[in-house]
């Protein structure tokens, strides 16, 4: 089983939709969670930390299942600027030492 | 401000070649860390410097691949006799303690 899991898509959505990704991690005792996003083969770009207790970001709003060892992503009124791959990404230490990552869910915003 | 740098952006090199990767963190920054994307895949951890020391290096292959941090000038990521299999994105990112990474535009190695 890998440690972070994704469907990898691709999702194609039309503009203005509300498109929601997930994604299930295998260790419990992971301590932090984020999701980045990476354009085209680029370097990723932190988009937002993910909490328990669910945070937002204008359009987009994370949020953590501990007991279910789930994080999601959704992105309201989707915009062609949102089109990449969306990273899940854990840290199983305090520290920002070793991020590991999912494969990615790749997100196509159309007109 | 500059980010995080490195260079090259692309380097080809034919099989049993060397390749050298090279991260200059960003200002102010003194922990350095190394990743890996193969085609299709995501990042992999390789390793994690602080300057001249190697904190965690579980991700690293056991032969050819080596790392540094020196006490001047940026990281280096050592690839020796390099194989097809080699061919990846290489990422270098740099943070402080306790706070979060940022990545540079990254190395395409190309190996022929």
């Known amino acids: 089983r890998k440690e972070v899991e994704q469907d990898p898509g691709p999702f194609n959505v039309p503009e203005g939709a509300t498109v929601a990704f997930n994604c299930t991690y295998s260790n419990s005792a992971s301590q932090s969670f984020f999701w980045y996003r990476q354009d085209c083969r680029k370097e990723p770009k932190l988009l937002m930390s993910v909490y328990s207790s669910g945070n937002e970001d204008g359009r987009f709003t994370a949020q953590l299942n501990r007991a279910s060892q789930y994080i999601s992503l959704l992105i309201r009124d989707s915009k062609l600027s949102d089109s990449a791959t969306y990273l899940c990404v854990v840290n199983d230490k305090g520290t920002a030492s070793k991020l590991t990552f999912g494969t990615g869910t790749r997100l196509q915003v159309t007109l | 401000n500059a980010g995080v740098m490195q260079n090259p952006r692309h380097l080809v090199r034919r099989r049993g070649q060397e390749a050298r990767l090279r991260c200059s963190p960003m200002?102010?920054?003194?922990?350095v860390y190394w990743y890996r994307q193969l085609p299709e895949e995501g990042l992999k951890f390789m390793v994690y410097?602080?300057?001249?020391?190697?904190?965690?290096e579980s991700g690293m292959p056991k032969e050819r691949f080596s790392a540094e941090f020196p006490k001047e000038g940026p990281s280096i990521l050592r690839i020796q006799q390099v194989v097809r299999g080699d061919s990846a994105a290489y990422f270098c990112a740099s943070s402080n303690p306790n706070e979060k990474l940022f990545f540079g535009s990254g190395t395409q190695l190309s190996v022929l």
């Open positions: 410097l602080q300057k001249e020391n190697i904190i965690d």
């Open positions: 200002k102010g920054h003194s922990h």
